[in-house]
Antibody, heavy 121, light 107 residues
Framework: QLQLQESGPRLVKPSGTLSLTCTVS??????????WGWIRQPPGKALEWIGT???????SYRSSLRSRITISVDTARNQFSLKLTYVTGADTAVYYC?????????????WGHGTVVTVSS | DIQMTQSPSSLSASLGDRVTVTCRAS??????LNWYQQKPGRAPQLLIY???SLHGGVPSRFSGSASGTEFTLTIRNLQPEDFATYYC?????????FGQGTKLEIK
């Protein structure tokens, strides 16, 4: 069954590193029709796109996070990951991984269930 | 960055009503405009992509249209399961910005 599943620590200390992994099931992460990305949603707020990794391995990031963020792909494990360094309370959010489909003009047509990450000491 | 201005921020309507949500892009995005529905505690789901193409399994009472940099989501004959928050997003160029959302509530 085609699905995405986020995993990683739910609690991160301020100034620490947030690390999440998204496992892709039911398709190959190397399928060139898709890109892989992360979106977050702070409590009570709107969705924020934070970054995408393309099948070439290149990346695009949210401007305000560019100095702190890395998204990468592990083809052997069929996973992609998010690392966000020097986190603060403003990084507390539900983090979603999602698939962008070139066949849908790069819309995110498949989402993980989301994982709540809290930044707190 | 391309800014997406979505209106209204909230909307009250009754079962069977027709409602529209508007999203305006700060620059041309061709038809790279998507609409998502999000219910409380759930991940967003794609409704419409390419401004007017219905994603698989989405009821035909949902429709999208475009006029220049203004995009509209229309829901006809509102059903109980349609009361949710709706977001637009441009996928024309990174960063792939979202609108601020429209919360659709039962009147």
């Amino acid at each position: 069954q085609l699905q995405l599943q986020e995993s990683g620590p739910r609690l991160v200390k301020p100034s620490g590193t947030l690390s999440l992994t998204c496992t892709v099931s039911g398709d190959s992460i190397t399928n060139s029709a898709y890109y892989w990305g992360w979106i977050r949603q702070p409590p009570g707020k709107a969705l924020e796109w934070i970054g995408t990794v393309y099948h070439s391995g290149s990346t695009s990031y949210r401007s305000s996070l560019r100095s702190r963020i890395t998204i990468s792909v592990d083809t052997a494990r069929n996973q992609f990951s998010l690392k966000l360094t020097y986190v603060t309370g403003a990084d507390t959010a539900v983090y979603y991984c999602a698939r962008q489909s070139s066949g849908h003009l790069d819309a995110s047509d498949l989402w993980g269930h989301g994982t709540v990450v809290t930044v707190s000491s | 960055d391309i800014q997406m201005t979505q209106s209204p921020s909230s909307l009250s309507a009754s079962l069977g009503d027709r409602v529209t949500v508007t999203c305006r892009a700060s620059q041309t995005i061709s038809t790279f405009l998507n609409w998502y529905q999000q219910k409380p505690g759930r991940a967003p789901q794609l409704l419409i992509y390419a401004a007017s193409s219905l994603h698989g399994g989405v009821p035909s009472r949902f429709s999208g249209s475009a006029s220049g940099t203004e995009f509209t989501l229309t829901i006809r004959n509102l059903q109980p399961e349609d009361f949710a928050t709706y977001y637009c997003q441009q996928s024309y160029s990174a960063p792939y910005t979202f609108g601020q959302g429209t919360k659709l509530e039962i009147k």
